[in-house]
């Protein structure tokens, strides 16, 4: 499988698994309100926050696949070596925050009722949360340096690079919303920002596979006539 292809893949894997932590994630605990009621929503939506935990580690694998294949992809074709690094760089550091939220999340769900201690439930949520702002971060940087990236190889138009851009910063300042879920106020910058960034990467794998079809050598058909004769 050609690496646009399966870059494409992993990207479109990343899209599928962001939409699904969306959705587990949009009702979840606040960690603006009191211990106590973060333990309470924590102990009553324990199943959405367990499937949640498992969607961000399958985004932290499929981040960590999109980026190095973003980066392998920029240093073949004649790219910046310093971009296709901070493309690699931040995929694996999104990949590690993502996977840390997962692991924090999951273990205050799975130990809700062991826990006694609603400060205790807090800080790990808490922890949770602040992982997730990091996420954000890093993937901000990434997306804003894979257009960079790949509109110095030709890949995309400098139009579509500066919108990659844009969605990076709107993403990055975004955000910073996950330490007050639906309760802040930019939720409607971090609905915007996670829409941009959707967007972008489902047309940045639209493109690559486009490149990969472009690519693939033509299979040459025996003709009817010379196999008659």
Not at 87 to 108: D, E
Not at 140 to 150: E, H, N, Y
């Amino acid at each position: 499988m050609r690496i646009e292809r399966w870059t494409a893949v992993a990207g479109l894997a990343l899209i599928a698994s962001v939409i699904g932590g969306v959705v587990t994630e949009s009702i979840g605990p606040d960690v603006t309100k009191s211990a106590a009621a973060l333990t309470a929503k924590v102990a009553s939506d324990r199943s959405d926050v367990l499937i949640n935990s498992a969607l961000h580690i399958a985004a932290g694998v499929a981040v960590l696949f999109f980026a190095a294949g973003l980066a392998t992809l920029i240093v073949e074709r004649g790219g910046s070596h310093a971009i296709a690094r901070v493309v690699l760089a931040s995929g694996v550091t999104t990949a590690a925050a993502s996977v840390l939220t997962a692991v924090l999340a999951a273990t205050v769900a799975s130990s809700i009722h062991q826990l006694h201690d609603n400060q205790t439930v807090y800080l790990l949520y808490r922890g949770a949360t602040t992982s997730a702002t990091a996420t954000t971060i890093f993937f901000a940087v990434s997306i804003a340096a894979t257009a960079i990236g790949l509109t110095g190889i030709g890949l995309l138009s400098r139009m579509w690079g500066r919108i990659g851009l844009l969605a990076a910063a709107v993403f990055l300042v975004g955000g910073f919303d996950f330490l007050a879920p639906d309760a802040g106020p930019l939720s409607s910058v971090q609905a915007l920002g996670g829409l941009l960034a959707i967007l972008y990467i489902i047309t940045v794998s639209a493109t690559l596979l486009g490149a990969a079809r472009s690519s693939d050598p033509v299979r040459p058909h025996a003709s009817t006539r010379a196999a008659i004769s």
